[in-house]
């Protein structure tokens, strides 16, 4: 079974803007390059930088808790941090530095308002990553799944909202539910499907307007019977992904 990748995008700050890109190296044992290099902490969340360890989304500021996150737009860029939000001042800041850091929190205080419970801190760990989960390295999306709950639902669904690394078309709506264990080739990459993603309520936001306007997962156990939309997989062989490349079931 061979269907094509549609798009590729990374997300740098853990629940903020993704950001495209027409290509990217996978490496073994690695997450999607440049995705979820920082978080913002949302209150003391127990990550400590000098031992990065694994740490639960809903201690960071997050769409599945605070759907004004949407309505922030980012653009990282080789250590350089743009923000835009309605009725702020454009931000631009250095996150490669603890001033820039505090810098951003500041700036994205005032933005989350009483949604978070605060303090805010933009935190890193070097080469950690702040997965959803620990060993979900990356993650696709089936489009024609998605484009079959929207037909279900009878309106649009952005498949944006499920902030994947690689959206794919060409596979049959809701096949990847079954392929835990099985092998992908991406590009000139081979990866093994780690499992179905068990959705949660970021999705509930629309991207666009930052609001919350699905019940995505009570939508799925209702038309479906299951929580799910996309997979993870690990890359068992390295090599570039770009758009337009074959993403194919081997075995």
């Known amino acids: 079974m061979t269907g094509s990748i549609a798009a590729l995008f990374r997300h740098p700050i853990k629940g903020f803007t993704p950001q495209k890109v027409a290509r990217a190296s996978l490496a073994v044992g690695e997450a999607f ?3 979820r290099l920082y978080a913002v902490e949302d209150g003391p969340s127990g990550f400590d930088p000098a ?3 694994f740490v639960p989304k809903q201690r960071f500021a997050v769409l599945a808790k605070i759907a004004e996150v949407a309505a922030v737009r980012t653009c990282f860029e080789a250590g350089r941090l743009t923000a835009a939000a309605p009725g702020a001042k454009r931000f631009e800041g250095d996150l490669a530095d603890e001033a820039g850091k505090s810098a951003f929190a500041a700036w ?5 308002g009483e949604a978070a419970s605060g303090p805010l801190r933009v935190v ?3 080469g950690h990553r702040f997965l959803d989960h620990p060993l979900g390295h990356v993650s696709i999306i089936n489009l024609a799944g ?3 709950l929207a037909a279900r639902l009878g309106r649009e669904v952005d498949p944006l909202r499920f902030r994947a690394n690689l959206y794919v078309e060409g ?3 809701w096949a990847e539910n079954d392929w835990t264990g099985r092998e992908l080739r991406l590009g000139s990459a081979r990866a093994r499907v780690f499992k179905p993603i068990t959705r949660c309520a970021a999705p509930d936001v629309d991207p666009a307007t930052a609001l919350r306007d699905i019940e995505v997962t009570t939508r799925l156990h209702e038309f479906y019977g299951h929580v799910l939309c996309g997979i993870y997989v690990q890359v068992t062989a390295g090599g570039e992904v770009a758009q337009g490349d ?3 079931l081997l075995a």
């Not at 994205?108 to 989350?112: A, D, E, N, Q, R």
């Open 33 to 35: 390059p440049g995705d």
């Open 51 to 53: 031992a990065p360890a």
């Open 108 to 112: 994205l205080t005032p933005l989350l």
């Open 124 to 126: 890193e760990g070097g």
């Open 146 to 148: 998605v484009r079959d």
């Open 171 to 173: 596979w049959p709506a």
């Open 246 to 248: 074959a993403a194919a």
